[in-house]
């Protein structure tokens, strides 16, 4: 006689670990294999978050990303491999998957999550994950979860610390806004290729958002989530901070809101561009004031009366840089641009920096104290300088 099981005969071999537990068991395992969630970014977070979601035995996984792997991304973003790079991320992220567990469905989409698409596309899971690396995207993700009445398990990292929420849960969970009503700082939310990342801290971070999603999936979660700080270099590396409910006012989840996603201006609220859904060239140039890396090589000779003045932080510099060249990183020079530009022969003061940007603020404040120096800067900075002149030089 065969009986008829709820789960395929392997997956008692295959799940039996986590079955046995207490408080999880069968029904545990049949609710993970019922339910979907999107996870938005398969970078640094969502490659540990989609790992571990894949192995518990999630059902099926939307994955969402418009970037492709890069060799910078290996050293975090553990489901690509050597040979991925080049290849869309959620390809390379679901064919890794597959390997790991060939009955997951998965739903691989080429694209960033937009305020046009987010609702359309995300509408068919249960539990949203931000795995993204910006701020506008975490405002829409919000939004998107307030409109969908789903919960959003949110992650970020940079430098050494993390960080983790989950949004808008159950009737009265807080969502982002409630949080965050006002955007961080440009400054102080940059890209990883901006600020810095240790890429264990992703691991960390990206594997607690699986332990979260598996948690609100099998109901094994607390009502009053916190909000999670960790610090690699923090003692103790864990801090909690408690959460309070929905904020009647906030303008995310509040009673006045009344607004459509496609409708706001998500990229203005948080101060400009930094996602990719628009990315953005680099700042507008002063007309014959800025070099390519050939014409840089040419005319930036150091001497008495020629000097190249890199802005970049002394960690930076410290990796590599143009024989010749002197750190003043750009706060320091800023601060006080007049102490970079002593010497009787002094006649000439390049400017260089990563990607050529910093470069431009940095020669702007100098010609602001002189007029007699000739300033000049490297257009697209040394990772430029590594194409078009070094190629031996290193880039990062
Ligand atoms: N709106 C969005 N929709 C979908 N994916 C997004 C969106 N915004 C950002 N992402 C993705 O989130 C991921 C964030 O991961 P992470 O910061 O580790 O990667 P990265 O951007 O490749 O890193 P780096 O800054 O080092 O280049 C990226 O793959 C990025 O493409
Ligand atoms: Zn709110």
Not at 169 to 175: A, I, K
Not at 276 to 304: D, H, I, M, Y
Not at 368 to 381: A, C, E, F, Y
Request: with cysteine; hydrophobic share 40%.
């Amino acid at each position: 006689m065969t009986s008829s099981l709820p789960l395929p005969l392997d997956d008692y071999r295959r799940y039996g670990r986590q079955m046995i537990l207490d408080g999880f068991g069968l029904p545990g395992q049949l609710k993970l294999q019922n339910a979907s969630v999107a996870v938005i970014g398969a970078g640094g977070l969502g490659c540990p978050a989609l790992q571990y979601l894949a192995t518990s035995g999630i059902g099926r996984i939307g994955i969402f990303d418009a970037d492709v792997v890069e060799l910078s991304n290996l050293q975090r973003q553990i489901l690509h491999t050597e040979q991925s790079i080049g290849l869309p991320k959620v390809e390379s992220a679901a064919r890794s998957l597959a390997m790991l567990n060939s009955r997951l469905k998965i739903d691989a989409v080429v694209a960033a999550i937009n305020p046009s698409n987010a609702e359309a596309l995300l509408a068919s899971y249960d539990v949203l994950l931000d795995c993204t690396d910006n701020a506008p995207t975490r405002y829409l993700l919000s939004d998107t979860a307030v409109a969908l009445g789903i919960p959003l398990v949110s992650g970020a990292a940079q430098k050494f610390e993390g960080q983790l929420c989950v949004y808008n849960l159950g009737s009265d969970g807080p969502c982002y806004r409630c949080l965050f009503p006002v955007p961080p700082a440009r400054e102080a939310s940059g890209s990883c290729e901006e600020m810095g990342i240790m890429g264990v801290v992703t691991g960390i971070i990206g594997t607690m958002q699986a332990v979260e999603t598996i948690k609100i999936i099998a109901e094994l979660h607390d009502y009053r989530p916190g909000l999670l700080l960790y610090s690699l270099l923090g003692n103790p590396p864990f801090r909690s901070i408690k959460l309070r409910s929905r904020k009647p006012s906030c303008d995310g989840c509040g009673s006045s809101k009344n607004r459509q996603l496609s409708e706001i201006d998500y990229i203005q609220f948080c101060g400009g561009p930094a996602c990719n859904w628009v990315r953005t060239g680099l700042l507008e140039g002063r007309q014959g004031t800025r070099l390519t890396a050939r014409e840089f090589e040419l005319a930036a000779k150091p001497s008495a009366s020629c000097r190249i003045i890199d802005v970049r932080p002394r960690t930076e510099f410290g990796i590599c840089h143009i024989p010749g060249s002197i750190n003043v990183p750009l706060n320091e020079l800023t601060a006080n641009p007049a102490e970079w530009i002593t010497g009787p022969e002094l006649d000439e003061l390049y400017l260089v920096c990563r990607l050529g940007n910093d470069s431009q603020i940095a020669a702007e404040a100098i010609r602001s104290l002189s007029s007699d120096l000739h300033v000049k800067d490297l257009i697209g900075g040394l990772r430029a300088w590594a194409t078009d002149v070094d190629p031996k030089f290193p880039v990062y």
